[in-house]
């Protein structure tokens, strides 16, 4: 079930910068840095539900 999430968590981190790029036709660094963090949010709360 680790594998299952740490690879949810990566599909998270691409598909936030892909869907930006899909959209403006560019892409940029803060978007870059936040697919990185909502798929690290991901990695850390979602498959525990950890709490803050």
């Known amino acids: 079930m680790k ?3 740490q690879l949810v968590s990566l599909l998270i981190a691409v598909a ?3 869907a930006i790029y899909w959209t403006s ?5 803060e978007f870059i840095v936040l697919g990185a ?3 690290f949010a ?3 709360w ?3 539900g950890a709490p803050l």
């Open 3 to 5: 594998i299952l999430h």
């Open 16 to 18: 936030v910068p892909t």
């Open 25 to 29: 036709g560019e892409i940029g660094f």
């Open 37 to 39: 963090a909502f798929g």
């Open 42 to 44: 991901y990695s850390y």
């Open 46 to 48: 979602g498959p525990t």
